[in-house]
């Protein structure tokens, strides 16, 4: 509000200046004539270039404010849209925060319940049930129960097995 009234102020210095140039350059009579008649001073006011470019000035500021006006209606569309994305995109990350906790929360429980003592000699016992159960196989194609193929396919798989574990 400042900024435009200072403004304002400045344009009523320059005005009272390029008049004051007119009315020093004035007879007595012509300003006689000015002093008490109100059409012949309102003309010297309308004739200023500052005065006469204010409609101009005030239809230019209209032009803009609609265009601004304009623009910002145009692109409610857009901001409708990507508002309705943001909030879309925040229910998918609350829905994936609930998900990652009580996944976490499981994986707490599932941690806390078993030691790494424990996990090891499981996985000990399982490697070994593996290869006894490959052994087996191998004790299956010597006494000629199972084929050649059987044996190679059935002896790959339960080997790989005992080695992954």
């Not at 020093?24 to 006011?45: A, C, I, K, P, W």
């Not at 879309?88 to 609350?94: I, K, N, P, V």
């Not at 996944?103 to 499981?122: A, Q």
Request: glycine share 4%.
């Amino acid at each position: 509000m400042y900024n435009s009234q200072s403004t304002y102020e400045s344009l009523v210095d320059v005005c009272v200046n390029s008049a004051m140039a007119n009315i020093r350059s004035m007879t007595t009579d012509q300003l006689n004539d000015l002093l008490y008649n109100e059409s012949r001073f309102n003309g010297l006011v309308d004739s200023l270039p500052q005065i006469r470019s204010l409609p101009t000035e005030r239809e230019a500021g209209l032009a803009q404010n609609k265009s601004l006006a304009e623009w910002n209606l145009a692109q409610e569309p857009k901001l409708t849209q990507l508002r309705k994305q943001v909030k879309d995109l925040y229910g998918q990350a609350t829905s994936l925060r609930t998900e990652t906790e009580a996944l976490k929360s499981k994986l707490d429980e599932i941690s806390s319940s078993k030691s790494l003592d424990t996990t090891s000699n499981l996985l000990q016992v399982a490697a070994q049930e593996a290869d006894d159960d490959a052994e087996g196989t191998a004790k299956a194609f010597l006494a000629g129960t199972i084929s050649i193929e059987q044996f190679l396919k059935d002896l790959l798989e339960k080997k790989a097995l005992a080695h992954l574990r």
